[in-house]
């Protein structure tokens, strides 16, 4: 053998797959962030509806073009508490129809198109300053690369149909046999799991059947131990979650496994099958893509009715963990992060759970301004909301900082630098509750008592800033922006009645009706709600875009 025709081949082959899997990753990223909304609505559609959490799987991997990416996203939710396993079954489930959709682009006879598609959606992408136009045109940027990262692996790989040595070596994996079919589901299983892209071994294996190397039936039992292969990356995403998130994993891989098993039996009538679907008169590349789409047609039609038996072996086989799972304080999940538009919005998911806990907190401090008597229980609850958020914020910036190392959107670099604003304030809001909190048992502690005019005062001021703070935090979680000149409006007439609120004060204080000690106390309420006044209209100023 040629040692030099070997490097040439390997050189083309190797550098043909790089190009072809950074064109799925292009993609991907593309339909992320032009379809990032409708995942959402998606993900949020799946119920305990079987058809409709196949229909969200299938969906989803069409859409962004990687399964890996759909399951690791579902095992991160199961991990984070957001999707149950019923659901997540259904849903992977349905993300082997999905992953379809790829062999089928391979399939299309356009691979000479792939250079000029590359070439021209490169510039759009390096040139245009529409953040959509630039998302579009990611996505057919990546089309190119896998277009033409195909075609250098076709003309590196087209030696190999005349050497003898291949074919002598490739003689030993013809599924004629049982022993045979096994080996060449091992084999496409193995070179899955090490790639961890099922779209790249497809497409290996079609190449190598349209050269003319591989058999027609050869490259049908490789696609079968492919889709064992793929279920390793919900595997390794699956690891150090919680214990629903690992039986998420094996459903993955038994759903797999068992539509595999059904069919090694049945592997020569399924040809048989085959050959009546697509019959030889066909481009090899489309008869294995139409064997792929029916092979998890197949098995999604025959084991979807069975999901629910499914999700309890699996319970079974995969026991709850005898020891205590360390919970869980936010939904954030480093598994989210291949997927920047789903990502950037659970971390929203949070923020906006540090505004409500706010105003939980302010609920909890204007009990303790009315009642009289100390209560220890529920201010250590007030203090434990503020604990709660300050470890809420440090999770979300890593989330982000994390999120944004690598190159993203321009709207979710956007949304990001938002968040991470907004998270700020909203801790800042929560260390002035909780210092308003320690004035109030400071008095209660001193047995001291505002008068009866300043009390009322406090507990109108405290009414009036809780009800615009609950007025911001639902503009956030709406995404309402247009609220800028109601929120000026408010916080100055606020900020107003704080300098009556203090004027009034002093007079009471020359005439000797309330003392030194609680006059410095009520002066600091009021300097602590102008504060927590100003944190809130800096939320409203950054959902505003005005700063």
């Known amino acids: 053998m040629d040692s030099g025709l070997v490097f040439k081949m390997f050189i083309g082959a190797i550098g043909g797959l790089g190009i072809f899997l950074l064109g799925m990753k292009y993609m991907s990223e593309g339909m992320q962030s032009i379809a990032g909304s409708r995942l959402r609505s998606l993900i949020r559609a799946v119920t305990d509806n079987r058809f409709v959490a196949a229909g969200v799987g299938a969906s989803i991997t069409a859409m962004i073009q990687s399964s890996s990416v759909t399951t690791v996203m579902v095992v991160g939710f199961v991990n984070a508490g957001l999707m149950n396993l019923r659901q997540a079954v259904g849903v992977i489930m349905g993300t082997n129809i999905g992953t379809t959709i790829t062999a089928w682009l391979i ?47 076709k003309n590196g790989l087209y030696p190999l149909r005349s050497m003898p040595e291949v074919h002598a070596a490739l003689a030993a994996f013809q599924p004629d046999t049982i022993w045979g079919l096994f080996k060449c589901i091992l084999i496409g299983g193995l070179v899955t799991a090490i790639i961890q892209s099922s779209s790249a071994t497809v497409a290996i294996t079609i190449t190598l059947a349209t050269t003319g190397t591989l058999s027609y039936e050869t490259a049908i039992a490789l696609v079968l131990g492919q889709n064992i292969g793929t279920t390793i990356t919900a595997a390794l995403a699956s690891l150090g979650a919680s214990t629903n998130a690992k039986r998420t994993a094996l459903a993955h891989f038994l759903f797999n496994m068992t539509g595999v098993v059904i069919m090694i039996p049945l592997f020569h009538q399924y040809l048989w099958l085959l050959s009546q679907i697509s019959p030889d008169t066909l ?120 999120l944004m190392s690598g190159s993203q959107a321009h709207q979710v670099t956007d949304e990001a630098r938002k968040q991470l604003r907004i998270a700020d304030e909203y801790e800042s809001i929560s260390d002035y509750i909780a210092g308003i909190l320690k004035l109030i048992c400071r008095l209660k502690e001193s047995e001291l008592k505002l008068s009866e005019a300043g009390h009322k005062e406090l507990i109108e001021l405290h009414d009036l800033v809780a009800t615009y703070l609950q007025f911001v935090a639902m503009a956030y979680q709406n995404k309402d922006t247009d609220i800028f000149v109601k929120a000026q409006s408010d916080c100055g007439s606020m900020i107003h009645g704080i300098k009556r609120n203090k004027s009034n004060h002093l007079e009471r204080l020359e005439a000797n009706q309330t003392t030194p000690m609680v006059s410095l106390i009520y002066m600091d309420l009021m300097n602590a709600y102008r504060r927590l006044l100003d944190h809130t209209y800096n939320v409203a100023e950054v959902l505003a875009g005005e700063k």
């Not at 064997?291 to 047609?297: G, L, Q, T, V, W």
């Not at 009715?305 to 086989?317: D, E, K, S």
């Not at 919970?327 to 789903?342: E, F, K, M, N, P």
């Open 107 to 153: 399939a299309v006879h356009i691979a000479d198109y792939g250079l000029p598609i590359l070439g021209l959606a490169a510039f759009f992408f390096l040139f245009s300053k529409n953040e959509r136009v630039r998302n579009v045109s990611m996505v057919f940027l990546g089309l190119g690369m896998v277009f033409f990262g195909l075609e250098l692996m």
């Open 283 to 402: 481009p090899i590349a489309t008869r294995i893509a139409t064997a792929h789409s029916f092979f998890n047609i197949f098995v999604l039609v025959l084991l979807l009715p069975t999901i629910n038996p499914f999700a309890r072996l699996v319970t079974r086989l995969m026991p709850d963990s005898k020891s205590k799972e360390k919970h869980h304080l936010t939904y954030l999940d480093v598994r989210l992060l291949d997927s920047a538009a789903i990502a950037i919005q659970q971390s929203r998911s949070e923020v906006h759970k540090m505004g409500d806990e706010s105003l939980k907190m302010m609920d909890g401090l204007r009990e303790a301004i009315v009642d009289p008597k100390a209560n220890k229980k529920r201010d250590d609850r007030i203090f434990h909301k503020e604990n709660t958020i300050d470890v809420i914020q440090k999770e979300v910036v890593e989330f982000i900082s994390k």
